[in-house]
């Protein structure tokens, strides 16, 4: 009996062990490799993170990644993982993504190119339990690479007519004149144009990176995280409508207030009480979840 007993402990125990060290270096030097053959449509993602305003964030998406990975170290390198040979096709199509996106000069598809070749290396040298393991760093590199422009602009005019017309209405209601035409809105001392810039679509983008980010590091619950997603669309919104309105009235009372260093001073400002609001949010739904999770059966 304890023979046997001790025959099963060591199969369960030879199931359970941890990959050797070079299975590790070995990984690594296939991420390095696909790094090195994507590296032109990487460093122009770089430079686009530093030319473009709305993807500020884009430095800090990596980074995030890989400490959300270093903190779970001990449990990924604890588990044994096995090849899985449908990675190869996935590299082999992303491959293929890349050449097309090459051909027909798509950066979007060029630069999503190297997440399914990421995706396939794992899936194929770590199988199915490494890819869940890493599956929500993995997804949260999709934040580093900008929107397409065809779906930008779908998304940035109707955000800058509702911010038009929310700061219409509460300006009106405050007693200052205003006569809006679209995006742009006719005041006493000048006329406010809501350009892109002011679409909010910028803090929409990074506060729904952070408010993943934020789930994931400050929350065990696996739902919190789309539940914070989707509550990032209206505080977004609602906030970059309010910074609008904001300017409209700093402008009455100074031109220069709508311009400038003090407009940048308040998009930070409308972005950190964006940012509260966010965990205001977590707080009231953990409380309403606590009392539903400890009602009376």
């Known amino acids: 009996m304890s023979q046997t007993a001790t025959a099963s402990e060591t199969v369960a125990g030879e199931a359970s062990r941890p990959n050797p060290p070079v299975f590790w270096y070995a990984l690594a030097a296939l991420i390095a490799g696909a790094l090195l053959v994507y590296l032109p449509t990487l460093s122009f993602l770089v430079r686009n993170w530093i030319d473009d305003e709305d993807m500020g964030h884009g430095f800090f998406v990596p980074l995030v990644a890989g400490y959300l990975i270093w903190v779970k170290r001990d449990k990924i390198l604890q588990q044994e993982y096995t090849p899985n040979y449908w990675g190869l096709p996935v590299v082999l199509l992303g491959a293929i993504q890349m050449l097309v996106a ?10 999503v190119a190297f997440l399914v070749t990421l ?4 899936l194929f040298y770590g199988g199915t339990r490494l890819l869940r393991t890493l599956a929500f760093p993995l997804g949260l590199l999709i934040f580093m690479i900008p929107i397409p422009a065809i779906i930008y602009n779908q998304i940035t005019f109707p955000l800058q007519l509702f911010a038009s017309q929310v700061a219409e209405v509460t300006l009106g209601f405050l007693g200052i004149p205003v006569l809006r035409e679209g995006n742009i809105l006719e005041l006493p001392s000048q006329r406010l144009s809501v350009v892109e810039a002011c679409s909010g679509i910028r803090s929409l983008l990074a506060l729904s990176f952070l408010s993943l980010t934020y789930a994931a590091v400050f929350d065990d619950k696996r739902w ?3 539940v914070l997603l989707i509550m990032t669309v209206p505080i977004a919104i609602l906030s970059n409508a309010f910074r609008v309105t904001l300017t409209g009235l700093f402008s009455e009372v100074n031109p220069e207030f709508a311009k400038g ?13 964006s940012l509260a609001m966010l965990f205001l949010t977590h707080r009231l739904i953990n409380r309403a979840w606590s009392r539903y999770a400890h009602r009376p059966a």
């Open 224 to 226: 919190m995280r789309p």
């Open 102 to 111: 090459h051909l027909g000069v798509e950066l979007f598809l060029a630069r």
């Open 261 to 273: 260093l003090f407009h940048t001073m308040e998009g930070s400002v409308i972005y950190l009480m």
């Open 119 to 122: 995706v396939g290396i794992v």
